[in-house]
Nanobody, 121 residues
Framework: QVQLVESGGGLVQVGDSLRLSCVASGRTFSDYGMGWFRRAPGKEREFVATITRAGMRTRYSDSVQGRFTISRDNAKNTVYLQMDSLKFEDTAVYYC??????????????WGQGTQVTVSS
């Protein structure tokens, strides 16, 4: 089992930046590819970013490419999502997940409880 706890969400304005953190406990963190997903009001959960176990490769959704950066610190059992140039449409609950390096939510076995990000215009 892996327990994941996200933090760093909040209320920001368009154009602001925010950094989300997700701390893992339980099994060996570096055994897992990590991902960030989000669910906006009235929408399905969608892929945001993923990173390999050692952090050597990343992949992003088209909607956040160039604005968001995923990274990880295996010594701290933490994965981050740096979000810059935030847009109103980035408003969502953001979830981190542990699994394999993938854009598909079905490839992630463990999920955090989510952290709310609200971008005001």
């Amino acid at each position: 089992q892996v327990q994941l706890v996200e933090s760093g969400g909040g209320l920001v304005q368009v154009g602001d930046s925010l950094r989300l953190s997700c701390v893992a406990s339980g099994r060996t963190f570096s055994d897992y590819g990590m991902g960030w997903f989000r669910r906006a009001p009235g929408k399905e959960r969608e892929f945001v970013a993923t990173i390999t176990r050692a952090g050597m490769r990343t992949r992003y959704s088209d909607s956040v490419q160039g604005r968001f950066t995923i990274s990880r610190d295996n010594a701290k059992n933490t994965v981050y999502l740096q979000m810059d140039s935030l847009k109103f449409e980035d408003t969502a609950v953001y979830y981190c997940a542990a699994g394999i390096y993938s854009t598909n939510s079905a490839d992630y076995a463990f999920w955090g409880q989510g952290t709310q990000v609200t971008v005001s215009s």
